[in-house]
């Protein structure tokens, strides 16, 4: 399952990637926020977002603040979330394959919604490459 949050500055982009996953028929639940007008706090979507992920291992999540970097921060409080700023599809495809993250943060107020898509593509579907890296994240 997909897992997406964000805050008020995330919001719009989130809504972008829900346009993108209704295209392709793909599921996602949106633990919030709900309006780009609310005054809220990202560590709250982050947490919510988290609870979620670490319901089964093959649960990914995407979180969205204004420059991704609160949600990552809180994100990765939780022992078992292994977030990752990206910016670019490199850094989703080896946030995959070396870190196993899974969680995505992206900057809502600093990416197009068609980069951002891009990223999330690559994310989706690049596998883990286990191995020396396995032996790493051990180390967390
Ligand atoms: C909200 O104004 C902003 O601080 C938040 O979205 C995020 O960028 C924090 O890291």
Not at 40 to 53: E, I, L, Q, S
Not at 59 to 72: A, D, F, P, Q, R
Request: with cysteine; charged share 25%; aromatic share 10%.
């Amino acid at each position: 399952m997909i897992i997406l949050a964000s805050d008020h500055a995330g919001f719009l982009l989130k809504e972008e990637i829900k346009k993108f996953f209704n295209k392709e028929n793909i599921i996602a639940i949106d633990v919030g926020c709900y309006s780009r007008e609310q005054l809220d706090d990202y560590p709250d979507f982050a947490k919510a977002g988290n609870v979620k992920v670490l319901e089964d291992s093959r649960n990914v999540g995407i979180y969205i603040c204004g420059t991704g970097i609160g949600m990552s921060i809180v994100a990765n409080r939780n022992p078992g979330i292994r977030a990752a700023l990206c910016f670019n599809e490199n850094f989703a495809s080896l946030a995959r394959m070396h870190n196993d993250a899974n969680v995505l943060c992206l900057p809502g107020r600093f990416m197009s919604a068609r980069k951002a898509i891009k990223i999330v593509k690559v994310f989706l579907t690049t596998d883990f490459e286990g191995g020396r890296h396995a032996r790493r994240i051990k180390k967390y």
